[in-house]
């Protein structure tokens, strides 16, 4: 079974900074597409930013310039520096992966739990 578990979310006020992190594990063959979505209570959930195995990236609007999407292929994790943050970039974080497992020919598409964040002074 493969499991995506996330971490670094908070309370923090506008201006600071934020780094999740999330770790893909289980029995994983390969990793595609890693990212991060969000959801605001009331609205729907949307891309944050995403990048590719090779390392393209692709990032929301509203949180370019801002906010850095990086992973580590060896430890399959997948992390967001959030930079400059804004009350509006309150909201649940939820990693995203596109996974292989092992001994499967499919690729299936994972969530984590999800990770509170929350800017106000």
């Known amino acids: 079974q493969v499991q995506l578990v996330e971490s670094g979310g908070g309370l923090v006020q506008p201006g600071g900074s934020l780094r999740l992190s999330c770790a893909a594990s289980?029995?994983?063959?390969?990793?595609?597409?890693m990212g991060w979505y969000r959801q605001a209570p009331g609205k729907q959930r949307e891309l944050v930013a995403d990048?590719?195995?090779?390392?393209?990236?692709n990032y929301a609007d509203s949180v370019k310039g801002r906010f850095t999407v990086s992973r580590d292929n060896y430890k399959n994790t997948v992390y967001l520096q959030m930079n400059s943050l804004k009350p509006e970039d309150t909201a649940v974080y939820y990693c995203?992966?596109?996974?292989?497992?092992?001994?499967?020919?499919?690729?299936?598409?994972?969530w984590g739990q999800g990770t509170q964040v929350t800017v106000s002074a």
């Open positions: 995203n992966a596109n996974i292989r497992s092992s001994g499967s020919s499919y690729w299936g598409n994972y």
């Open positions: 289980g029995r994983i063959r390969s990793i595609n597409t």
């Open positions: 990048i590719t195995s090779g390392g393209s990236t």
